[in-house]
Every structure is written in C-alpha cells, then in structure tokens.
C-alpha cells in the first residue's frame, strides 16, 4: 500500500497569497496517478488536478500541480476567499489511497 | 449531467451488516468504475472498493486489501444502482460514506453528497 503523507497539516494565509501543499508518497506513484481534491464542510471533496498536473476542466488557473515519483505539489498562486479549505492528494496508480489532508485557513 | 444518490438506514448496531445503495442518475453505469469511500469523523478519505460493469450481465469488483474481506459490492444495471455491504461492523466504522465515479482520466470525478452511517447500539 502507498502512504502519502501530506504537509503541513494546517497551512494559515491571508487572501491574496500564495499556499504550497506538499504530498510525499512512501514509493513512487506510477506515470504520476495522483489527483488533488478540495474540500469544504459538509460538502463532499471537488477533484481539481489529475494526473499529477493537468486541471480539470472549470477549475481556475491559480490551482497548479506538480511532481513526479513520490513528491508533488499543489500550489494556490493567489488565494480567494472561496479556496480556504480542506485538500487531500490521492494516488490511482495501485489501489488508491488518500492522504490525511492539508487544512488552509484564514490567518 | 451524471449526479449520484446515497441511502442507507443512517445507524447500524455493530455486530451487524451495513447497507447502502447508490442511485446513478444522467448516465449509465456501464463502462465505468464506481467506488465507495468513507470519511471518519474529523479524518481522511478511505476507498473502500469499486465495481466496474463492462456489459449489462456482470460487474468485476476489487476492494482495500484492509477491508476485503467484510466487504461486498454489487449492482443492478437495470436500476442503474451499486450497492455497498459492510459485515461486522464496529464504532470504527462510523463514517460518512460516499459513492463516487472514477474518471476515465484518473481521479474520482463525480461524487454523492454523502451519508452519515453510525454504529452504535
């Protein structure tokens, strides 16, 4: 089974500023099968990068992915109001798991 | 657009079996895997297991490896619905309970809202 181990747990920013997630995976994640949800209370997670990098369709372009083998990034260029959250990475190139999350919230 | 359903009876006793359906509603389930996944209070995603329909007679299925065997998953693609079996549950396996779709591009791309399943007596 791959862990992914993402940091920090918590991540406190202003709006306007820039948040760098981090998942680190216990053995590499094959041709870069992972994906980047959000997550807010009460609401189910919102897929918002597969493939290590690519966005999916509707999703801003200040979210941006990336990596390979077992260390990605998921960095926020500007954050907006809306994007204070709970984001989990998760790995599809064995039998998926999911990391713990990483919450960013309001400084 | 594709949207899922999950129900199921909100509180099981441990010990005993949970049930929980999903409705896919806006698509066929066919040529696709659809997972469960479960969210603890307060904690992570955990996948559960998928099941994948090739036709409309047979569904292939695979599970966690640290729940397979308490788990079954099926499905009627005459109702457009797959359904979750739990054996044995205990407090540990009080979660929010998600169905969900695996996109063809990688990730989980369409889920349910969520039910809250507790094991309690």
């Known amino acids: 089974e791959i862990v992914l181990t993402q940091s920090p747990g918590t991540l406190s920013l202003s709006p306007g500023e820039r948040a760098t997630l981090s998942c680190t995976a216990s053995q590499s994640v094959s041709s870069n099968f992972l994906a980047w949800y959000q997550q807010k209370p009460g609401q189910a997670p919102r897929l918002l990068i597969y493939?290590?990098?690519t966005r999916v369709t509707g999703i801003p372009d200040r979210f941006s992915g990336s990596g390979s083998g077992t260390d990605f990034t998921l960095t926020i260029s500007r954050l907006e109001p809306e994007d204070f959250a709970v984001y989990s990475c998760?790995?599809?190139?064995?039998?998926?798991?999911f990391g713990q999350g990483t919450k960013v919230e309001v400084k | 657009q594709v949207q899922l359903q999950e129900s199921g009876p909100g509180l099981v006793k441990p010990s005993e079996t949970l049930s929980l359906t999903c409705t896919v509603s806006g698509g066929s389930i066919i040529n696709y895997y659809w997972s469960w996944i479960r969210q603890p209070p307060g904690k992570g995603l955990e996948w559960i297991g998928y099941i994948y329909y090739s036709d409309s007679s047979s569904g292939s299925t695979n599970g966690n490896p640290h729940l397979k065997r308490r788990v079954t998953i099926s499905g009627d693609t005459s109702k457009n619905q797959f359904s979750l079996n739990m054996s044995s549950v205990t407090a540990a396996d009080t979660a929010v309970y998600y169905c969900?779709?695996?996109?063809?591009?990688?990730?989980?791309?369409?889920w349910g809202q969520g039910t809250m399943l507790t094991v309690s007596s």
């Open positions: 998760q790995q599809y190139g064995s039998s998926p798991t």
């Open positions: 493939g290590a990098s």
């Open positions: 969900a779709r695996d996109g063809v591009s990688g990730g989980f791309d369409i």
